[in-house]
């Protein structure tokens, strides 16, 4: 009986299900994207069964640096994105995201997100802001740089990069403008584990081929972070379904390693003798793949210059190289490690199951960025891909050059010529890359200074170790003439910038990416949705901040109208690569920019498009990305042509290196080296194996150099081949009796990224707590109870936390996840409130009120947590339920800067002390001495031996460099050479 | 026929949440609540600990409690097998929260309505998949037609063992799990350590083990480092309900013996106190059960679209019956009929028993708590209407001329109530039962509802009966209201504990 109607839906299907029977699919097939129905959610909870057309957009995550594929579901009657899923043309993501994909939505939609540009209205950092027109912002930071420009302080103009999520806009941006000014995140992310692998390849990251792989060795924490979260971790699955065994590398218990079949959690640092003593196991069974190490290894030279007293045959090597690591047996490697030598032993039988070929290994960030000479253990780690004949083949590694695309962007300029010894300085000619970390230190020893620094997606202050010293760089204005901070949402970091001004978050904005996420390539194109949108619906769109939320711009816009202001007249020459082929004496639009890239660069795209009766640029506008055809396993065996010997008028050198007069590779005078050269290697074209010319690698050999003649020649002989540093954290020298530790303070969850995502509420809501995790056993040893409160001692100074007890971490480590921290100084405004706490500051001097910090002079510096996380009111009512209040302690803030001497990486594992807390510590305590910051900047840089090298240049011109300058840069008077020597 | 299910493959789940947040963002869900999320356990002593991962959601039952329970149709079964809600329909009176052994359903703060899981059914309409299914980067989520067996879903069935949670309640759950770690899916056999989880903070609404069972010290075998909260369904509304049902159906309990002892012509207070006071209890019944729930202006629903099975609905007018047979009570005393007293006193009486024992069949159907599965409920209810009927008569009757006779039938009442309750709660504590049981025990005894536990033993049990004893030894009326006052406060604060500690048990 019922008094009412039933109101159940079932019996009123009237939209056609998509699938027969009871089948179902996961995405609307495309040819519907344009005009997709699909019943409303929260309507349907009411019962109702209320249809929604949607428009759907493809587009490109903007989190991590993987830039999977989403679609974004356009809602046909407001305008309004409703969702973004994956997008399954995607070559790499395949429809699948991790949740930081479908939380951009929350970033879309943040109700604290900045959507005017402002200014500073009030001192540097004191949180006084105006609003102000995109053209005002562009009038008045054009005019500035302009200045510079035409006064030639064209060092003084910074670009610092986080994650860019592009692959080459902004480098012909910094060609254009005649500067070098790049600065990138990379030295606090994978400048060691690239030096590891470009000594070896030049290429200086790997592509490992997992779901073919047998083997999976990750010193990494692929399933849940890195790069490329999603997409490897789909692999690495893929491959362990088909039977491949995983081995993790890690001191702490990651979601990887739970995976794992191995989970190995050496002593920090010790990673390299683990990995030569397996690589020295595989060569004394025999376990290893002959006929690829003697044709692609320069094997001739390890034995020439590390046993000339033998004779120069391969029948040597193996035995040479025993010899050569004959202190890295099992059981040494064991004690060093922590690991038994048994387990050595098992897990180089698992190694030996994958020759030839199929050994996939990755080492990202991890050990090789948080020991010094980490990047030694990337370059072990390739030993065994190498041993194993794991390069370039199904189920092994390739270089990521080979399964990555960088299209050449469209009205290249003319390199620049110039050198900034503050982003390059003289005393780290083979870092990878800049020593960004090391600004606000240059500039307080007056080796120059910023006239205007423009951030962008990057917060210095926060994720940089020492932020203290960049709060006092950043709040004097003679150091830092202007901060422009370009940025989706607000930071630590632009809180104390002169500009704000709002970029779009992924679903807002131009960027063409590729990574190396498995074999093959593809470029992925992400758009600005409501741009893309309005332009479907007929409403022309001249500038994306149009369409966007608010004014929320894109940079590529904003690079071209900015450098028409910087040079209105093209007096200096920057305007014409910014000015329509089509309407020329008009700035060049966003779609003639993209159609000329994509009618020109990217192989195989013109000819997909045709196929289906489209503009190159309309077919990647409908895809959203494209794979470019062809396999690439191999590439080093691909033969070259007499015909291309001859039209390169290449030579043949000594080693059989095909070499091009004119290049790197051979020339009488670098100022001889004209126009770009290659991002990696000297121009070579190939190499002489067995009779045959083959393409190789981008090293000066042409092979895998187990032997690095560039180590020996920059100043470090001792480290030609592989080999073990112990790491400036090694156990051994720890005082463990009285509370010294390691601190492990980079990994990361799979839910959150870096400062990203601080506004994406679902994400916070998962997790926002970053407790101290210990080893039951180091607690009791230390006196701390169960969740009791610790002060961790770094050199520089403290911060006070909560611990957590797990069995999930080697004993004699402590970890704190790298994501919390978050703080603000305002309760209104500033990093989002989701994620941060309010904090107080006290400066050196006297009580810190915001923008009078007495600056460029080190100080004392403590930070207080005023509240933790709490409700707020907002236009989303779910900011008045936020439930949890723990936001993290900011401890990057108590790290001291530590340059690796070689890679410049900075070292990311801490030795600290770890001690119960006290009596008057509260939680989130910080409190650093900025003057001690100097000190072990100094220690460090003691630490290195700096250039010029060979030729008095200041980087071997081969090596890879962001936004390379002409050869001529390169050379520098030898007045530092011989230094260490 | 289609049978739609989810297969969740924990040899590849990652435990990377995609899911769980494409399920945020596919519906909207508000902070502080999740239609699906994943929970992080740790195993084992360094270097052989692992994490395992469990995802949680409706289990999309072939009986399911929910839908037996919730008493406006609002959650229904598919023919295709999704239990499905209109929320337009619910009054949030949050027993399907109870019914269900899963924790998967919760309030949604934005509509005040019971919202689950429901297997996307607005994209399977259309022939989607649920957005769990398509977000996942590892593809461990099967949702498909098990009675088709050409299905993915299907395949992996027939190929591989898979698990169940909770398979003993007999819901017959469709989340089938393969390559679990059972204690992933066994909320009895983790807990959260003291120092919390592994990067969330912890609230006391956060469901895990918290108290110890002696018999049982082993059965947590690991912590659990992530989960997500999952608040008490009924509190102190509900235990106050229990209260003033008891009170109103005693009395006319109490009523009805004391006319088969015939005293229907006392109309002061056999005619008129104990019928009011058996409608001004009624009448707080129904305003305690109106504002429990979440949308109050729809109470109504419950009789205008009925579902019968739901002893929620059957309790409604069982109370109603019990309100009208009191107020035809209440007629007979304002004519001074003690004739129609005598005729309605048995069916009045039988409603009122009705009215007192129905929760324990309400409480039967909440399959999640086998707490209060127990069949000493029944009596339980009856004796504490009892006590509460007499209880409430002793106090009452210094304000009326009762005979010592029917005085004495009161006290009697009474003091026979409180020993059956003392019987019965007795047994009910010594018996053994499931873990889950044996938890809610030690949860009422020894942990966080000790106090009102004890509290009911002493004023409750001892004192109202050691009152009765001398209320008869003596005669005063002091005694019998200080017995029966007592016996009231005991029932309530039992009654409390009762209700929280069925629902401390961790469900997830």
Not at chain 1, 307 to 331: G, M, Q, S, W
Not at chain 1, 512 to 528: D, K, L, M
Request: overall charge negative.
């Amino acid at each position: 009986m019922s008094l009412l109607d039933d109101l159940s839906r079932s019996a009123q299907s009237q939209l056609s299900r998509i699938m027969p029977g009871s089948q179902l699919t996961n995405y609307a097939p495309v040819e519907r994207w344009d005009d997709w129905v699909e019943l409303d959610a929260e309507a349907w909870a009411h019962g109702e069964r209320k249809e929604r057309r949607f428009r759907l957009i493809p587009t490109t995550c903007f989190n991590c640096e993987a830039c999977c594929g989403l679609l974004a579901y356009v809602d046909k009657s407001t305008g309004q994105i409703a969702k973004l899923e994956g997008n399954p043309a995607h070559p790499a993501s395949r429809g699948r995201n991790c949740a930081k994909g479908p939380a951009t939505i929350t970033q879309v939609y943040d109700p604290e997100r900045i959507l005017y540009p402002l200014k500073r209205a009030g001192k540097r950092g004191e949180g006084k802001w105006q609003r102000i027109t995109w053209e005002q912002a562009l009038s008045e930071i054009g005019e500035r740089v302009g200045t510079a420009l035409r006064e030639d302080r064209h060092d003084e103009v910074i670009y610092h990069v986080g994650r860019p999520g592009d692959d080459s806009y902004v480098e012909r941006v910094l060609h254009a403008w005649g500067v070098d000014s790049h600065n990138s995140h990379t030295n606090i992310c994978s400048s060691g584990a690239r030096v590891g692998y470009a000594t070896w390849m030049g290429f200086d990251r790997p592509s490992g081929d997992h779901a073919n792989a047998k083997v999976i060795f990750l010193i990494s924490s692929h399933l849940e972070a890195g790069h490329y979260f999603n997409p490897h971790a789909q692999r690495i699955i893929e491959g362990k379904m088909r039977g491949a065994k995983i081995i993790c590398v890690d001191p702490r218990l990651s979601n990887t390693a739970s995976m794992s079949d191995h989970w190995l959690a050496p002593w920090p640092g010790t990673e390299a003798a683990m990995l030569l003593a397996i690589a020295r196991l595989l060569l004394q069974k025999g376990a290893w793949d002959r006929e690829f190490v003697r044709r692609w290894v320069n094997w001739e030279e390890v034995l020439r210059h590390m046993r000339p007293d033998l004779d120069c045959t391969f029948e040597n090597f193996a035995p040479a190289v025993i010899d050569l690591y004959e202190e890295f047996t099992p059981d040494y490697a064991a004690q060093q490690c922590g690991i038994t030598a048994d387990k050595i032993r098992e897990i180089a039988d698992v190694v030996a199951t994958a020759v030839p070929g199929k050994l996939s290994s990755h080492n990202w960030r991890a050990a090789a960025a948080g020991n010094e000479g980490g990047w030694q253990v990337a370059r072990c780690l390739w030993f065994l891909n190498v041993l194993t004949g794991s390069v370039g083949t199904e189920g092994g590694v390739s270089p990521n050059g080979w399964n990555k695309f960088i299209p050449v962007p469209p009205k290249v300029a003319h390199p620049h010529g110039r050198w900034n010894d503050i982003t390059w300085p003289v005393e780290y000619p083979l870092a990878h890359h800049e020593a960004s970390i090391l600004l606000p230190h240059f500039l307080k020893e007056g080796r120059g200074k910023v006239d205007t620094y423009f951030s962008r997606v990057y917060n210095p202050i926060w994720t940089n170790p020492d932020g203290f010293s960049w709060l006092e760089a950043l709040t004097n204005e003679d150091l830092v003439g202007c901060h422009v901070a370009l940025t989706p949402t607000w930071s630590e970091s632009a809180w104390f910038a002169d500009y704000v001004l709002p970029m779009g978050n992924g679903a807002e904005r131009h960027d063409v990416a590729s990574y190396e996420t498995h074999s093959g390539r593809w470029i992925g194109f992400r758009q600005p949705v409501f741009r893309v949108n309005a332009e479907k619906e007929g409403r022309p769109v001249n500038r994306t901040w149009e369409a966007n939320p608010g004014e929320v711009w894109e940079e590529n816009e904003f690079w071209i109208d900015l450098s028409w202001k910087i040079d209105p007249d093209n007096s200096l020459g920057i305007r014409e690569h910014f000015e329509s082929n089509v309407n020329p004496g008009t700035p060049l639009g966003i779609d003639e920019y993209y159609d000329m890239m994509f009618r020109n660069s990217i192989p195989g795209l013109p000819e997909a498009a045709a196929a289906e009766g489209l503009e190159p640029l309309a077919y990647m506008r409908k895809y959203g990305a494209f794979e470019i055809p062809g396999g690439q396993y191999a590439v080093h065996e691909r033969v070259v042509t007499p015909d291309e010997i001859a039209k390169a008028h290449a030579v043949r050198s000594v080693d059989g290196v095909y070499q091009v007069p004119g290049t790197a590779g051979l020339h009488d005078n670098v100022s001889d080296i004209g126009g770009h050269m290659p991002f990696i290697g000297d121009g070579s074209l190939g190499v002489e194996i067995d009779g045959v010319v083959r393409f190789g690698f981008p090293t000066p050999s042409r092979k895998l150099e187990m032997y690095s003649p560039m180590l020996r020649d920059w100043g470090w002989p001792e480290y030609a081949i592989p080999g073990y540093i112990k790491s400036h954290v090694h156990w051994e020298d720890l005082d463990m009796a009285h509370g010294e530790r390691i601190l492990l303070p980079t990994f990361r969850l799979p839910t959150l990224i870096h400062t990203r995502s601080g506004q994406a509420k679902w994400l916070n809501e998962i997790s926002h707590s970053h407790p101290m995790w210990i080893h039951p056993s180091d607690a009791e040893k230390l006196g701390i109870g169960v969740g009791g409160l610790v002060r961790i001692t770094t050199q520089i100074g403290y911060f006070v936390i909560r611990a957590w007890r797990t069995e999930g971490i080697r004993p004699g480590v402590v970890g704190v996840s790298h994501h919390m921290g978050r703080w603000r100084l305002d309760d209104g405004e500033g990093t989002p409130r989701y994620s941060s706490a309010l904090a107080a500051l006290a400066g050196p001097d006297t009580s810190y009120s915001p923008g009078t910090a007495p600056t460029g002079t080190d100080g004392q510096w403590k930070m207080t947590q005023v509240k933790g996380v709490t409700p707020f009111e907002s236009a989303d009512p779910d900011s008045g339920r936020v439930w949890w209040s723990d936001a993290g302690v900011h401890q990057n803030l108590t790290f001291p800067v530590q340059p690796d001497p070689i890679s410049g990486m900075h070292c990311w594992l801490q030795r600290v002390t770890v001690a119960p807390a006290h009596a008057d510590d509260r939680y989130g305590d910080i409190a650093v001495d900025t003057g001690k910051s100097t000190e072990v900047y100094r220690e460090w840089l003691a630490k290195t031996r700096p250039g010029p090298g060979p030729g008095g240049l200041r980087r071997p011109l081969w090596l890879a460099r962001p936004v390379k300058p002409l050869a001529s840069a390169y050379l520098t008077p030898p007045k530092q050479w011989n230094a260490h020597r | 026929m289609t049978r739609f299910a989810f297969l969740i493959d924990h040899d590849t789940c990652i435990g990377c949440h995609a899911c769980t947040v494409a399920c945020k963002a596919e519906h909207n869900v508000p902070l502080g609540v999740n239609r699906t999320w994943v929970k992080y356990i740790e195993r084992g002593e360094f270097p052989d600990t692992r994490r395992f991962y469990s995802v949680n959601r409706c289990n999309h039952c072939d009986d399911a409690p929910c839908v037996s329970i919730c008493p406006t149709t609002a959650l229904f079964r598919r023919d295709d097998g999704i239990v499905d809600f209109d929320d337009s329909s619910c009054i949030g009176c949050k027993s399907c929260m109870n019914a269900c052994p899963y924790d998967a359903l919760y309030v949604n703060p934005e509509t005040q309505t019971v919202h689950k899981c429901n297997f996307c059914s607005h994209r399977v309409e259309v022939g989607l998949e649920p957005s769990c299914v398509v977000v996942c980067p590892t593809q461990s989520i099967f949702a498909g037609d098990i009675h088709d067996p050409t299905s993915k879903i299907s395949i992996m069935l027939g190929r591989h063992d898979t698990s169940v949670k909770a398979p003993e309640q007999g819901t017959k759950p469709h989340v089938f799990y393969k390559g679990v770690d059972q204690a992933a899916i066994d909320p009895l056999r983790t807990k959260i350590a003291d120092d919390g989880m592994i990067w969330a903070d912890t609230t006391e609404h956060h469901p895990t083990v918290r108290v110890d069972t002696p018999g049982r010290g082993t059965q947590i075998v690991a912590r659990t480092a992530y989960t997500t909260a999952h608040p008490m369904a009924w509190k102190g509304k509900v235990s106050a309900y229990l209260v003033t049902k008891a009170i109103s159906a005693g009395a006319i309990l109490a009523g009805a013996i004391a006319v088969l002892a015939g005293h229907a012509d006392n109309r002061a207070f056999v005619g008129l106190a104990l019928p009011i006071v058996a409608l001004i209890f009624a009448a707080a019944t129904g305003a305690l059960l109106v504002a429990d729930l979440k949308q109050p202006k729809r109470f109504y629903y419950i009789f205008t679209r009925p579902q019968w099975g739901s002893w929620l609905v059957r309790g409604a007018f069982i109370i109603l019956g019990h309100g009208l047979f009191a107020s035809i009570w209440l007629l007979g005393g304002l004519l001074d009929s003690p004739d129609l007293i005598k005729a309605v006193a048995i069916p009045a009486a039988l409603l009122a028993a009705g009215t007192a024992g129905y929760t324990a069949f309400l409480f039967g159907q909440c399959e999640g708590r086998d707490f209060w599965q127990t069949p000493l409920l029944l009596p339980t209810l009856l004796a504490q209407a009892g006590a509460g009927g007499a209880g409430l008569g002793l106090i009452l009757a210094p304000f009326f001329t009762l005979s010592d006779e029917l005085r004495t039938v009161l006290t009697w009442v009474l003091l026979g109530s409180v020993l059956a309750l003392a019987f019965l709660i007795w047994t009910e504590l010594s018996s053994k039962g499931t873990v889950h049981v044996e938890l809610a025990q030690r949860a009422m005894t020894h942990g966080p509802y000790k106090r009102r536990f004890w509290g009911s033993v002493i004023i409750g049990l001892v004192a109202a009966a050691v009152l009765a004893i001398a209320a008869l030894a003596t005669g005063s009326w002091v005694f019998g209201l200080l017995s029966g006052t007592a016996a009231i406060i005991g029932v309530a604060l039992y009654e409390d504990a009762f209700v929280r500690a069925g629902q401390s048990v961790p469900l997830s």
